[in-house]
């Protein structure tokens, strides 16, 4: 897989995170994304899947 920094994540690539913040630092899928969207398709897709965070009912 393909990830880059933060340094490195620009608009029209996707910034879905990687890792975390305090051991190697954060990362980013970095695909090219739709202007309009901050994730890639594939990424857009997980961020509204209704399995990846319960619903508060
Ligand atoms: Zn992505």
Known sequence: MNKITM???KSG???????????????FCGKPSDPAAPYCEEHTIMAQAPSRRPKAT
Do not use: A, V, Y
């Open 13 to 27: 690539m996707c910034r879905w995170p990687f890792g975390n913040t305090e051991d190697e630092g954060l990362s």
């Open 7 to 9: 340094e490195e994540l």
